[in-house]
DNA sequence: GTTACCGGGTTGCTTTTTTAACCCAGTAAC
DNA sequence: GTTACTGGGTTAAAAAAGCAACCCGGTAAC
């Protein structure tokens, strides 16, 4: 067992305050419009403190996303024998589709699709995300192999994933259900993984 | 304005986290049978830090009566021009009464009473008690002026205090409320100040 | 009658947090 | 075109808290 003593626990309920008071103020006034500050007195710690757990005022909303950074690294790495690395990508964003869970653009919980809206439509907020989705690729790339293919498979898988949960967040954002959105997205999802194993058949 | 930073907020609320604690452990299961390890682990602090904030397991229970730490000694000091000091304390005693504070004794609210039973029922807590009294009366002595006649005056002032206060919880105690016992506790405080102005009558 | 445990309280060292001051870039005032 | 403010981010020193290990008195086990 991990050692969970009282500084351990504090340290998370520390994270946690500051994270959610920055996700609420956001969400409340806007990005732009809150400053680190503020968050740090609504969470009642220090600014400094507040920078110690998370560099950049950017990353008080992308920690949810750099939470999954290097997932689909750590699903090839750990793919069970004879499962080719495509086969465990697909299986793994497919039970993220059955979860709703919200790192694919599938869930209608308003909180979320605020938050969604709030990372889209803030210039600054979507491009540091690019930037970890850089991150995510250079470490599938790792996984998957040296050379130029493997590195053109993960660029390739990463936009897979980016444009399905953008999708699926667009269609929720339009006002639908995640339950009503979900089977277009499961086949979409196995069209695209489906694309790049065996190419788009364009000659 | 006093200036309340983070810290001295997050201080106080240490504090009061491990008084909490404290207290309700205490009235549960009795002050023995509460180790201060539980009352640190409930209060979710280290051992070090319950002993930073009180010194002994006893002041735990009793920094309620040190919150009244030298009262006496100030309100003589604070007192108006052309007002003694016994109609000072008088004055104050009755204005306690008047407000049903637990020091008094006059307080019916179920917490108070369990917590002074609590206090009196447990000899260490009892004794601890004694010395914050004779503090208090060293204080009051001290305020007063030099001399025998001021020592011997603080005791009593002292004494009357610790009478009327233990006379009025031992009514509620027996299932009285404050309500119906304030009356007669005020006519027993003036009849106590009384007699420490002009004596016992007796020859 | 040792041995071992428990509970109150302490000690030294490390980690975390606060504080106040600062740097730098943008920008509004005059 | 300075001047001054605001906001993101940093630094150094000091306070507070955590941790582990300990002391000491009592008491239960064997």
Redesign the interface.
């Known amino acids: 067992m991990e050692p969970v003593g009282?500084r351990a626990?504090?340290k998370l309920r520390t994270r946690d305050a500051i994270a959610d008071a920055a996700i609420s103020l956001f969400l409340a006034r806007g990005f732009e419009q809150v400053s680190v500050s503020d968050i740090a007195a609504t969470a009642?710690?220090?600014k400094p403190t507040l920078f110690r757990y998370f560099a950049t005022k950017e990353d008080l909303v992308l920690h949810r996303f750099a939470d999954h950074n290097g997932e689909a690294a750590r699903v090839v790495r750990d793919r069970g024998p004879d499962i080719a690395p495509l086969t465990a990508l697909h299986r793994h964003f497919r039970a993220g589709l059955d979860r709703f869970e919200p790192v694919t653009g599938l869930n209608d919980h308003p909180e979320v699709v605020a938050f969604h809206r709030l990372v889209f439509t803030t210039p600054s907020l979507a491009g540091r995300l690019t930037q970890y989705l850089l991150d995510d690729e250079d470490a599938l790339a790792a996984v998957l192999g040296p050379g130029i293919g493997a590195r053109l498979q993960a660029a390739q898988v990463i936009a897979v994933h980016r444009v399905l949960a953008r999708t699926n967040w667009q269609r929720i954002a339009d006002g639908r259900t995640a339950h009503d959105v979900q089977p277009e997205a499961i086949v979409e999802a196995d069209q695209a993984f489906a694309q790049l194993r065996h190419g788009t058949g364009d000659s």
Chains 1, 2 share one sequence.
């Open positions: 009282l626990r504090k009642e710690v220090s």
